[in-house]
């Protein structure tokens, strides 16, 4: 069964580092998302991103935040310069056009 | 604005028992999409279901089961003969109009052998 995968599975860095995040989406999705859990709470929305573009982005998604599909498969998140509060689960998620979403395993981001 | 409330933030049930997870929903859109979603210790997101506002069928998936009810906007979630590999954080979520997908903020489930 086809999966979304996400890499790395655990990121440590320091504040102020650059990182990115990693998703291969599902091959014949076309939507594509980024949410964020804070440990111990919700899932929370960061963006949405269709035909490459930015179709949508909650007020969590800054400056400090971009995302593109630079291969046309990879899907990323970029942090320009981490805060000790973007320390979070953060998820990958993407769709077909069915309204199902389906989720990455997770990236466990670090930020000391 | 769309919401989704879990009142329940954590269960314990003993193995075997049946346990219902609630979902409350708030969406003034009449086209909408829910959803279940299981995290188990290891963290990943798994999708469970997806029903949309049209479709006020119960559903059953062997010992889950699902109950859309638009009257009371509700879509609760019932496991059958709870099983210990059924422990996990839960997630309902909603869909509605052109607003991202929201989450409530779980239930712990905890079945104890």
């Known amino acids: 069964e086809p999966e979304v995968t996400q890499t790395p599975s655990h990121q440590v860095t320091q504040m102020g580092q650059e990182v990115i995040l990693r998703c291969v989406p599902i091959?014949?999705?076309?939507?594509f998302y980024w949410y964020r859990q804070i440990l111990g709470q919700k899932v929370e929305f960061l963006v949405s991103?269709?035909?490459?573009?930015?179709?949508?982005k909650s007020e969590i998604f800054d400056d400090q935040f971009s995302v593109e599909r630079p291969d046309g498969s990879n899907f990323t998140l970029k942090i320009r310069s981490t805060k000790l509060e973007d320390s979070a689960m953060y998820f990958c998620?993407?769709?077909?056009?069915?309204?199902?979403?389906?989720f990455g395993p997770g990236t466990r981001l670090t930020v000391t | 604005a769309q919401k989704v409330t879990q009142a329940q933030t954590e269960i314990s049930v003993v193995e075997k028992e049946d346990v219902t997870l609630d979902c409350v929903y708030e969406?003034?859109?009449?086209?909408?999409?829910l959803f279940w979603y299981k995290q188990p210790p290891s963290g990943e997101l798994v999708f469970l279901i997806r029903?949309?506002?049209?479709?006020?069928q119960n559903e059953i998936s062997g010992r889950y089961s699902w109950n859309f009810q638009k009257s009371t906007s509700s879509f609760n979630f019932t496991i059958t003969a709870s099983q210990v590999v059924d422990s996990a954080v839960y997630f309902c979520?909603?869909?509605?109009?052109?607003?991202?997908?929201?989450f409530g903020k779980g239930t712990r489930l905890s079945v104890i052998a």
């Open positions: 998620a993407t769709e077909h056009e069915t309204y199902e979403q389906y």
């Open positions: 091959s014949n999705h076309l939507y």
């Open positions: 991103f269709y035909n490459n573009e930015i179709s949508e």
């Open positions: 969406t003034r859109d009449t086209t909408y999409y």
């Open positions: 029903r949309n506002s049209f479709d006020e």
């Open positions: 979520a909603l869909l509605s109009g052109n607003t991202p997908l929201v």
